[in-house]
């Protein structure tokens, strides 16, 4: 199959929103929110990925009682990121999500993120469409 072979670059997210480790848990909820998303990679002032906050994160904090608006990204994310290059193949993207069992996947160039690619960016490069629309 073609799309296997794509390059992470053809069909990666960007640009990419990422939280500040700073960022109130709040906050990033109202990214999700408003974004339609369900997850972000958080970054340093450099660029570099330090974390990802996801709403099952967001969702564990409120059960264990914290107010959203004084925690941090930092404070509540994963600290150890599966991450992939730009050159690295829809195939190898899929093998990482299946290891990891994650829904997307920061793609990182030189330390720094560049972009992103979720499970329905791969969906979508698998589907022809079959509707036209006429005007």
Same mark, same amino acid.
């Given at each position: 199959?073609?799309?296997?072979?794509?390059? &992470?670059?053809? *069909? #990666? =997210?960007?640009? +990419?929103?990422? $939280?500040?480790?700073? /960022?109130?848990?709040?906050?990033?909820?109202?990214?999700?929110?408003?974004?339609?998303?369900?997850?972000?990679?958080?970054?340093?002032?450099?660029?570099?990925?330090?974390?990802?906050?996801?709403?099952?994160?967001?969702?564990?904090?409120?059960?264990?009682?914290?107010?959203?608006?004084?925690?941090? &990204?930092?404070? *509540? #994310? =994963?600290?150890? +990121?599966?991450? $992939?290059?730009?050159? /690295?193949?829809?195939?190898?993207?899929?093998?990482?999500?299946?290891?990891?069992?994650?829904?997307?996947?920061?793609?990182?160039?030189?330390?720094?993120?560049?972009?992103?690619?979720?499970?329905?960016?791969?969906?979508?490069?698998?589907?022809?469409?079959?509707?036209?629309?006429?005007?």
């Amino acid at each position: 199959m073609k799309v296997l072979n794509r390059k &992470a670059s053809e *069909i #990666m =997210t960007r640009p +990419v929103v990422s $939280a500040k480790e700073n /960022a109130s848990a709040r906050d990033v909820a109202l990214q999700f929110i408003t974004g339609l998303y369900s997850g972000m990679p958080v970054t340093d002032d450099a660029g570099k990925i330090v974390g990802i906050v996801t709403e099952l994160d967001l969702l564990k904090a409120v059960k264990e009682g914290k107010e959203l608006v004084r925690t941090t &990204a930092k404070d *509540i #994310m =994963t600290p150890e +990121v599966a991450t $992939a290059p730009p050159d /690295a193949t829809v195939e190898q993207l899929v093998k990482i999500m299946e290891e990891f069992h994650i829904l997307r996947l920061p793609i990182v160039k030189d330390e720094k993120l560049v972009g992103v690619v979720s499970r329905s960016d791969i969906l979508r490069g698998l589907i022809e469409p079959e509707f036209m629309t006429h005007l």
